[in-house]
């Protein structure tokens, strides 16, 4: 295929997406009282909201993890201060606009540059980022496929023994790649590039940090779903990969209205829509609303504390004072 055929094909493939999902949100919408949604809101237990908070705190400190494994691999030593402040501030961002590979890598560019990384050496770190998120995701989903696999069993409309089947052959695509890095130790050429592979430990450690975060992450919607869902937790994990995907795949910034769309109709057996919705707005504003405000006075202060240092120095040398 030509480079305008596949481009064709992919955004065709993100309309077809776009169109089964506003015609099945519409049937689940329907049943979505605005009212009954601020009021959710509204009666939201405080103690719900610090918890989900505290949940958010663990999950970008496990993502930060993500980038020192990766560097730890690229054999680089940085402060982890510098690569908590890179990375956290990276995935706030990626995490809202979408685009991981690119969004996050602009305060990488910054942070690691000053740490004396490379252009290329940072694009590595991206990379691995996201592979080591691609194996948690799909470790996880994997096992809440075979666990609990009703939600996504009505999500696909498909049988649930279909849904196992596909979780277990998930796994057994994550074995054999834990075989070949273990088998493996030259470098694999994929068309111009040479990739050195990480040990078979350094695959098991990217899946159980992925893993971890992502089951913290799935436990900060959990919480805040009303009491009248009876939703196993393992069995909800399972759908909030299955909605991660479709969200990352639909390019949609942030997957906002995607990510929502797709809980909402694994959950569709369940009579509470609206509150089901409440807890996704609270959500989407305590894992995404407040880390990227955070993330921006973060890297503003950062900034200012930069610029005020480099035109402290140069006004030293001026002066005669400095080296």
């Known amino acids: 295929m030509s480079r305008r055929q596949k481009t064709l094909l992919g955004i065709g493939t993100i309309l077809f997406l776009g169109v089964l999902l506003a015609v099945a949100v519409q049937h689940v919408m329907a049943e979505v ?71 996050g890598a602009g305060v990488r560019l910054r942070a690691y540059g000053k740490a004396g990384l490379s252009a290329g050496d940072v694009a590595k770190v991206v990379v691995f980022s996201t592979t080591t998120f691609t194996l948690g995701l799909t470790f996880t989903g994997a096992v809440g496929m075979i666990v609990g696999p009703h939600p996504v069993s009505v999500l696909l409309k498909i049988p649930e023994v279909a849904v ?71 069995s909800f994990v399972a759908l909030f990969c299955a909605a991660l995907i479709v969200a990352i795949f639909s390019h949609v910034p942030g997957g906002l209205g995607v990510f929502e769309s797709i809980i909402l109709l694994g959950m569709a057996d369940h009579d509470a829509a609206s509150s089901i919705l409440g807890a996704l707005l609270a959500y989407r504003f305590i894992y995404y609303v407040l880390p990227l405000a955070i993330a921006g ?15 402290g120095r140069a006004a030293d040398r001026l002066r005669g004072r400095g080296p």
């Open 33 to 103: 009282n605005f009212g009954d949604v601020l009021a959710y809101l509204e009666a939201l237990p405080l103690s719900k909201v610090v918890k989900a908070i505290a949940l958010t705190a663990l999950a970008f400190w496990l993502l930060t993890l993500y980038d020192l494994s990766a560097l730890i691999y690229l054999k680089k030593k940085v402060p982890y201060c510098t690569t908590a402040f890179a990375a956290g501030c990276g995935y706030a961002i990626s995490n809202n606009v979408g685009w991981a590979v690119i969004s």
């Open 297 to 311: 006075l973060s890297i503003a202060i950062w900034e200012i504390r930069h610029h005020t240092g480099r035109f």
């Open 164 to 234: 196992q089947a596909a979780g277990a052959l998930m796994l057994l695509g994550l074995l054999a790649i834990c075989v070949i890095t273990a088998v493996t130790h030259k470098p694999v050429k994929i068309w111009r590039w040479s990739i050195q592979l990480p040990s078979w430990g350094g695959v098991v450690s990217q899946i159980t940090i992925s893993s971890a975060e992502l089951v913290v992450t799935a436990g900060i919607l959990w919480m805040l779903l009303p009491v009248n869902v009876d939703v196993p937790f393992v």
